[in-house]
């Protein structure tokens, strides 16, 4: 391995990191520094539930795609969702996995696994990046950063599946192209919509909470009622 | 007034500097959170019957306060303002355009809300610019006008106390005749009730027979209630407008009239809009917590049939029905299974309609909307959506518990000749009643009582 490599998967991962956790805390910070919001209502609704379960059922509706009409009658749209960020999952714990546990890549299995997560996630990327070009509804909502940032996701998707067997006896050139992007990708992210993870559990509990309280969390598909 | 975009108009800059004072921690994730995923777009009934116009796409109107907040308050959109898509306003054609969407394009009614993956509530930060645009007078001119007679003579259609008073008490004859009962009584501002009664203005001015409905349940129940005079009006245009001020005065006039009276529980009638006001947004508009309990009318009466207090019959109400959820009791109080419980017990034939209760679509007539003429024909169209929806389940008659949606459905009914009637659960309640020789066990005591009285 070169030294320029060893750079870029190790120091400047680090760099990266350290860099992506002081802006991700101060963006924190400064998301905690708004005035909550008091909910003095009392509660509403059919009484069995409250706000904690109106969190809880708030966050998980994104694993329960039955929940929401817009998931519900988008089955594919939701697939979609549901590779793309495998794909990410799959991404990020490579860049760890071959600078600090390069032993397990020995494992045939798990190099197929990230293979087929990143891949599938890249060819659901170039869907997205068609869809948010041809849709004149996507078109209209699209900022740059829309554009760049699933450009730059569906291109380290392409080369963390090709740098999943940490092969460099051909060249590290689609090693120290991920290992770049990535860093890229840590240092870019918290300035980017990428970063909405970050407020996920926030505005999902919000809402959770106070739709808890008024009885509309969770959801009611049939009568809660017996009839007199 | 913009020179070059450098010079902002005063009441640009007013909006500006308001939305700082008007930011949350849960709007600013809302403003934060939006991923551009585009989920949300299907669930608006504008995009649905403006297919291929962009402008509608819930996201998109977003952005456009989102921008405000990008360009203004989050630091990303001020180091990449161009990159985020965050912007500024300088002129006030630009706040016009700006109300054409926040009032005109939207209708607060929340679906895309409950559809958004990320938890972004769109409905409310609209409501937030509505506000803004308000506190610098710029707004449809119905919006400016009910606003204005809600804070002046304390109800949104400017019903002086005497004609309230003049409305109760020809109610009031009606109930005495149709009871056969000449002490059958309205009572206004009766001290320690058991119950405060509140209702909408319209039903003083337009539809009085609701009143009356609600009384004749009342006194079949033998129910130790009264109207009050003042703070009678539990709708509240500051749900509307944005107006967080008016929202409280409204709701803090209702609440202190509870009080005054020394009533146990403040009941409201059929509406939607000032049932979330009033029970569930006022108190934190007004700041303060209410002491008393508060519940929709809907409660109350199937309560009195559960209990026994009335009886009905649902062979008096022949003929199909099916239930519009209003949005504000559905998708943002919860009331969605009490109003179907005791429509299954006055009616006999009740069809569901698809999709219903918080997935329900809004009748159009939500946000204020009937109440902004300059937008009707976009309404209108919108309601093709709900025009569809009450066909399909091919009802003679829907129900709603909001005199909003009753406008408002009754407005699309008509324009797309869906052949159907409009009522509210009260007037089935009423007509379902069964009055055993006219005055049943409950009533012969509470004119005892009455007559001891005097």
Redesign the interface.
Known sequence: MSNILHFSEHTLQEIALVFMATVYFLRIK???K?????????A???GD?NPKKGARY?LG??IKPWT????R??PF?YAQ?VLFHLGVVAAIALSFIIPYGPGLLKSAALVSAIQFMTGAAFIVGIMRIIRRIS????????????H?SLILLTSWFAFASMAASNDISGGEGIMQTFFLLTAFFLMYVP???IS?YL??P???T???R??GR???FP???K???D?? | MNNGKDVRSYKAQKVIDRMGQKLSRQIVGSLTACVHCGMCTDSCHYVLANPGDPTYAPAYKADLIRKLFKHHYDWTGKVFPKWVKAGSVYTDQELEELKDTVFGKCTNCRRCTINCPMGVDLATFNRMARGLLCHVGIMPEGVEYVAKEQWEIGNQMGVLKEDFIGTIEWQEEELQEEMQDPTAKIPIDKMNADIVYTVNPREVKHDPRSILDAAKIFYMAGENYTMPSEGWDMTNFGLFNGDDDLGGAVAARVYDNVRELKGKKLVMSECGHGYRSTRCEGPNWAKQDIEFEAESSVITMLRYIKEGKIKVDKTKNPGSYTFHDSCNNARSCGLTEEPRELLSLVVEDFREMYPNRAENYCCTGGGGAMSMSEYKSRRLKSGKVKAEQLSATGAKVVVTSCHNCVDGLTDIIGHYNVGMGVTQLVNLVANALVVDDRISENAMKYAGEEAVTA
């Open positions: 400064w998301f905690l708004w005035t909550l919001g008091k909910e003095r209502q009392p509403t609704g059919m539930t708030s509706m994104i929401m009409e817009s998931t009658t988008k749209m969702f849709n004149p509804y996507m078109r209209a909502i699209s900022s740059p950063d829309d760049f300035f980017s919509k909405h407020y996920y926030f505005t999902r919000y809402m959770g106070s739709f008024r009885g509309v959801l009611r598909k009568p809660a009622y009839t007199v």
